[in-house]
């Protein structure tokens, strides 16, 4: 076989161009190997058609898919005495390929001191530290883009809680323990203990539009948002006609009364009870784990009568703390029954639809039948608009009340919750020097608003003589709203989660509020220089106790409580030094502290910074959150590589059990993205919030719902489409090496 001999030179040219070809695929192997490393072997990101039925999907802005993470959470409850401490174990997991941050927002008791937040990462638990909001918000934020698994807990409303965690790998569990304590309801002999599980959706009234009156320096002044956080209190919810429902809980709960129990029940949920003795009961949920959709509700009743009083102390880093409970006897009316002039305020805004608004019409037609002749009574209904159905009060006659009964009964349930103005309608009082009459408002609401504090300044500047006592409906009530503004108003909460509990709720309501039992209370520690709260102490009705807490460097003496029994003096003396050992009451004590000063300021007794700076020191110093602390917990060791993208989504809720998504959501609504929500309009100058599902992709695919935000790697096929264009160009310098020169 004869050789080829290459032209003169040609095989020096062919070595260059294979120099330059080498070069130039070891560049497209770089940048292949570069995309690689910031795509990562595997998108989170997947299509509908790829997923098996049942998946939960979340939807980004570009309109890409990712699973959403799933949310499991075990409820452990102990309950000793007038306290209890609660432990929730949270399990997010992440079923995407891609590692996911998970935000999610649930409720807690508006009583709950949380003070405890855990990351248990295999055999390692990292605690969590209380720090100041926005410091807490930076070390979260440097830990996440390290890439270290964190959590971060933030109050957002009393009631109202988010946990964010981050860098949650592919098919990845993280658990994340919280913990808080409370105390234990009270009232008619009977103690309660309750578990609120889903956030129901707020109505978030938009900022008013007005002309802005300008003064001679040129500067104006407009209205404030009034829910300027209504992104953090709106995540996304489920439409349970087109999703199964999310969230599974598990409840156990260790109950030791302190006293022998009678009846011992749980509401709205079936479980199993075991008697370890007398005094003593343990309940777990019957069956398996059941969704979050409705809160659980737990009371118990002592054998015989029931404590009359209750005292307890701790004693926490050298300084004393007591708790204690005091019930006035119950004592016939003193002196002649006053006529009442009663207002009831119910609310038909589109989530009270179905047994709610059931529950509230019979609730409200009950308190008209124990109107007495001498009586005045008028009803103000609202949605977003308001009607009073008097021009002023009437007498309770059989013509007015049978009006009443007709107005009341064809209410239907639609549109916004503008509760504010329906409050103020109330509170127009026309007789406010009448003395010799008790004006009550009766309001009956789920108390589904974003917009607290607009209501509690209402009651602050215009309750005048007027009480006011608050009736929680439905499934997932509002409890903050509902104890705050009865706190604020002078009255009471009653709480009817279902249509059979109207009758003997509404009852022991009206037997309370035919006057109290016991005002004009006042309380001392004589020996001790004490921090008593609250400081003024509220008027009692029948069957409630006064709960007080104290702060000193040593508790002695006699805690003394004084008031008075129609014209007659009442009073009650403790030895200090007959106080039980308790737990958690600093942690308590501070919790209603922090509730005491933002009260004052919603009064503008004092201001805004100065309530800030005082729940700012007492969160800090007494290791709970706030309005201006949060718990952050970091494990220090990096889990995402620094060139892994990190997406975010939020847990979507159920809608509470009860409620119709359409009377709260309209028909055919668009999807939202939660960073800039859409609102329907409710009114000229007021808006419901949208936190909603898409509808299904098609008959079988799985349920979609809004992703907030995400963060994509960089672009598939432009990276693609340089390698190959430097792979085309390559090929082609060979084949031009490799043909001959023409002679």
Not at 273 to 287: E, F, N, P, V, Y
Not at 486 to 505: C, N, P
């Amino acid at each position: 076989m004869q050789s080829r001999t290459l032209p003169g030179g040609a095989e020096s040219r062919i070595k260059s161009h294979i120099d330059s070809i080498v070069a130039w695929l070891l560049l497209a192997v770089v940048a292949f190997a570069a995309f690689i490393g910031s795509a990562g072997a595997a998108t989170p990101f997947v299509t509908p058609n790829d997923m098996t039925s049942g998946s939960l999907l979340l939807k980004s802005r570009e309109g890409k898919y990712l699973e959403a993470p799933r949310l499991g959470a075990d409820y452990t409850v102990t309950i000793s005495g007038p306290t209890g401490r609660t432990i929730i174990t949270q399990r997010f997991t992440n079923p995407a390929n891609g590692w996911v941050e998970g935000v999610y927002v649930f409720p807690l008791p508006e009583s709950a001191a949380v003070d405890t937040l855990k990351i248990v990462a295999g055999n390692r638990v990292i605690v969590g530290e209380v720090k100041e909001k926005q410091e807490a918000k930076v070390i979260y934020e440097e830990a996440k883009a390290a890439g270290q698994t964190a959590s971060l807990l933030e109050q957002e409303r009393p009631n109202i809680f988010t946990n964010s965690v981050a860098n949650i790998g592919p098919h990845e569990t993280v658990v994340v323990q919280i913990e808080y304590q409370e105390t234990i309801h009270q009232s008619n002999g009977t103690y309660s203990l309750r578990l609120p599980l889903v956030v129901a959706p707020r109505y978030n009234p938009a900022p008013l539009v007005q002309t802005v009156d300008f003064g001679s320096n040129g500067y104006g002044s407009t209205v404030n948002d009034p829910v300027p956080d209504r992104d953090r209190i709106s995540p996304p919810v489920l439409d349970p006609r087109k999703n199964e429902p999310v969230n599974p809980v598990t409840i156990s709960v260790d109950l030791s009364a302190g006293f022998a129990l009678a009846d011992v029940t749980s509401h709205h949920h079936t479980v199993k009870i075991d008697t370890i003795d007398d005094s003593h009961r343990k309940l777990a949920l019957d069956g398996a784990e059941i969704p979050a959709d409705r809160d659980f509700e737990l009371t118990w009743t002592a054998k015989g009568t029931a404590p009359q009083v209750g005292l307890f102390r701790e004693t926490v880093q050298g300084k004393d703390y007591l708790l204690a409970t005091v019930t006035p006897p119950s004592v016939a009316a003193v002196g002649p029954v006053k006529p009442r002039e009663t207002v009831f305020v119910i609310d038909n805004s589109g989530s009270m639809d179905g047994p709610s608004m059931q529950q509230a019409k019979d609730a409200l037609l009950q308190g008209l039948d124990t109107l007495k002749p001498q009586d005045r009574f008028n009803v103000v209904r609202f949605d977003d608009t308001f009607d009073v159905l008097f021009r002023d009060a009437v007498p309770a006659n059989a013509e007015y009340l049978n009006q009443a009964r007709a107005f009341v009964s064809a209410l239907q349930a639609n549109g916004g919750t503008e509760m504010v103005p329906a409050l103020k309608a109330a509170l127009i009082d026309g007789n406010a020097n009448d003395a010799g009459t008790l004006r009550q408002v009766v309001f009956i609401t789920d108390g589904a608003i974003g917009n607290e504090q607009e209501l509690f300044a209402t009651i602050g500047q215009g309750r005048g003589r007027s009480r006011i006592f608050m009736v929680g409906i439905g499934s997932a009530p509002n409890t903050y709203l509902m104890t705050r503004a009865a706190e604020m108003g002078r009255g009471t909460f009653t709480l009817i989660s279902e249509v059979d509990q109207v009758k003997s709720r509404m009852e022991e309501l009206f037997t309370k509020i035919g006057q109290p039992v016991v005002t004009g209370l006042a309380a001392t520690i004589d020996g001790s220089a004490t921090a008593l709260t609250p400081s003024q102490l509220p008027d009692l009705y029948r069957g409630e106790p006064v709960l007080m807490m104290a702060e000193a460097p040593s508790l002695k003496g006699t805690l003394k409580v004084d008031g008075m029994i129609g014209d007659t003096p009442w009073s009650v003396s403790l030895p200090v030094s007959a106080a039980a050992q308790g737990k958690g009451i600093s942690k308590l004590w501070a919790h209603r502290k922090v509730a005491e000063i933002e009260t004052a300021a919603t009064l503008n007794q004092i201001t805004m910074e100065d309530a800030n700076r005082q729940v700012l020191a007492v969160a800090l110093t007494h290791q709970i959150v706030s309005s201006q602390t949060s718990l952050i917990a970091v494990d220090k060791s990096p889990k995402r590589p620094a060139n892994q993208p990190l997406t975010r989504a939020e847990v979507p809720l159920n809608l509470p059990a009860g409620w119709n998504f359409e009377k709260v959501f309209g028909k055919d609504i668009p999807l939202p993205v939660p960073q800039s929500p859409k609102e329907r309009d409710a009114m000229a100058d007021a808006y419901v919030q949208l936190a909603v599902a898409e509808a299904p992709v098609s008959a079988s695919a799985p349920q979609q719902v809004a992703l907030p935000q995400t963060a994509t790697p960089a672009g598939l096929l432009a990276i693609l489409g340089v390698l190959m264009a430097l792979l085309a160009l390559a090929f082609h310098l060979l084949a031009r090496a490799m043909t001959p020169k023409a002679a």
